[in-house]
């Protein structure tokens, strides 16, 4: 059974859960480790049994966080790593703590937005549910059109049979 490195571990685990969400398939190309451990380690790492490197009690307070993002906010990918190499963090914390601190400042929506908006999801909910409905109904009506024309057709057919017989008999 293989043994891998923890801080491998620990970011592949990272890459997996959200903001990420990398798909296993693409990390299973990228690093040949085997898909049921890939697996594993993410169902563990959602239970809870893994220290996960972006839960807020991970000891950084908020202010520490919005500084390491304003160091960072000019550093290149290179540049990126070896600060993370000295302060000990993972680049997928800092892009998470970044996505936080810019959702911060987005403006909130008015009580009375929020409830339109919720009213406006409930009206789609219910003619999307309508739709449906009536796509049903018509698909029926359309088999019953057919089948209508179909037996229209059988019964002509059959009648023409019988005139043909009948006159061929005189």
Not at 101 to 119: G, I, M, S, Y
Not at 138 to 165: I, N, P
Request: glycine content about 4%.
């Amino acid at each position: 059974m293989n043994q891998y490195p923890e801080e491998l571990k620990a970011s592949l685990i990272a890459r997996m859960l959200p903001p990420n969400n990398v798909s296993v398939v693409e990390l299973v190309r990228e690093t040949s480790i085997p898909k049921d451990t890939l697996y594993g380690w993410r169902r563990d790492a959602r239970k809870g049994d893994v220290p996960s490197q972006d839960k807020p009690s991970d000891g950084v307070s908020s202010e520490a966080k919005f500084n390491v993002v304003l160091e960072t906010a000019s550093l290149n990918e290179v540049e990126l790593g070896e600060y993370c190499r000295r302060k000990g963090l993972f680049p997928q914390q800092i892009r998470a703590w970044r996505e936080i601190c810019t959702q911060a400042h987005a403006p909130v929506a008015p009580k009375a937005d929020r409830e339109k908006l919720r009213n406006q999801a409930k009206e789609i909910k219910r003619l999307e549910t309508e739709l449906r409905r009536k796509e049903k109904a018509l698909a029926e009506a359309a088999a019953l059109l057919m089948l209508q024309k179909k037996v229209r057709t059988l019964w002509e057919g059959s009648e023409d049979e019988r005139s043909t017989l009948r006159s061929a008999e005189k």
